[in-house]
């Protein structure tokens, strides 16, 4: 039994209903969640106050979960990368740099439910975690944004089988020069 098929079907569905991939709005959960808790770690430091200590351990939670839904979309949208294209390298940076984030927001997330959990604080070591996944997670989404703005990765005539040689328009390019996204030449 082919247990992926559904999920991809799905996102399918999903890419048919929006026009595009899912994979950039489902971004916007973890990236906003994770935010969140980052701006919450600075105001239980700040305070002392344990309830942002909270609101930051459930916002990290909410970002694990919208993550889990971007690995996937993320994965569908990169398997229709060809190798030998340039934008390749990039999305493949983009992916181990999003591996890396979500390992330390999980990381993050584990020490701080056991501190919860004791009835401690959060550590220092925790909030450097979800920091430093908050920091490399600017990185890695402007990584996304150089897939498609500058590469036109995920956009759907791009998306269609192209070769590198040929003179299609790419990103930006595919946009009329009226639309407020279009060509700023």
Same mark, same amino acid.
């Not at 770690?41 to 993550?67: E, F, K, N, Q």
């Not at 927001?105 to 920091?131: C, D, K, P």
């Given at each position: 039994?082919?247990?992926?098929?559904?999920?991809t079907?799905?996102i399918?569905?999903?890419?048919?209903?929006?026009?595009?991939?899912?994979?950039? *709005?489902?971004? $916007?959960?973890?990236?906003?969640?994770?935010?969140?808790? =980052?701006?919450?770690?600075?105001?239980?430091? *700040?305070?002392?106050?344990?309830?942002?200590?909270? @609101?930051? #351990?459930?916002?990290? @939670?909410?970002? !694990?979960v919208?993550?889990?839904?971007?690995?996937?979309?993320?994965?569908?949208?990169?398997? %229709?990368?060809?190798?030998? #294209?340039?934008?390749?390298?990039?999305? $493949?940076?983009?992916?181990?740099? =999003?591996?890396?984030?979500? $390992? !330390?927001?999980? $990381?993050? %997330?584990v020490?701080?439910? #056991? &501190?919860h959990?004791?009835? #401690?604080?959060?550590? =220092?070591?925790?909030?450097?975690?979800?920091?430093?996944g908050? *920091?490399?997670?600017? %990185?890695?989404?402007?990584?996304?944004?150089?897939?498609?703005? &500058?590469?036109?990765? *995920?956009?759907k005539?791009?998306? &269609?089988?192209?070769?590198e040689?040929?003179?299609?328009?790419?990103?930006?390019?595919?946009?009329?020069?009226? @639309?407020p996204?279009?060509s700023?030449?």
């Amino acid at each position: 039994m082919d247990l992926i098929s559904p999920v991809t079907g799905l996102i399918d569905q999903i890419e048919k209903l929006l026009g595009h991939s899912p994979h950039p *709005a489902i971004v $916007t959960v973890p990236l906003g969640a994770w935010t969140v808790s =980052n701006v919450c770690d600075g105001l239980a430091m *700040a305070t002392g106050d344990d309830r942002y200590d909270d @609101a930051a #351990r459930v916002s990290m @939670a909410i970002g !694990l979960v919208g993550a889990a839904g971007s690995v996937v979309t993320g994965l569908r949208d990169y398997s %229709y990368i060809p190798k030998d #294209r340039p934008s390749h390298d990039i999305a $493949t940076r983009h992916a181990l740099g =999003n591996a890396l984030v979500s $390992t !330390l927001f999980a $990381t993050s %997330y584990v020490l701080r439910s #056991r &501190e919860h959990a004791s009835g #401690r604080r959060t550590s =220092n070591l925790a909030r450097t975690l979800g920091i430093a996944g908050g *920091a490399l997670s600017l %990185y890695t989404a402007w990584l996304g944004g150089v897939l498609v703005e &500058e590469y036109g990765e *995920a956009v759907k005539p791009v998306m &269609e089988d192209h070769s590198e040689d040929d003179d299609e328009p790419r990103g930006r390019e595919l946009l009329s020069p009226g @639309a407020p996204l279009g060509s700023h030449h």
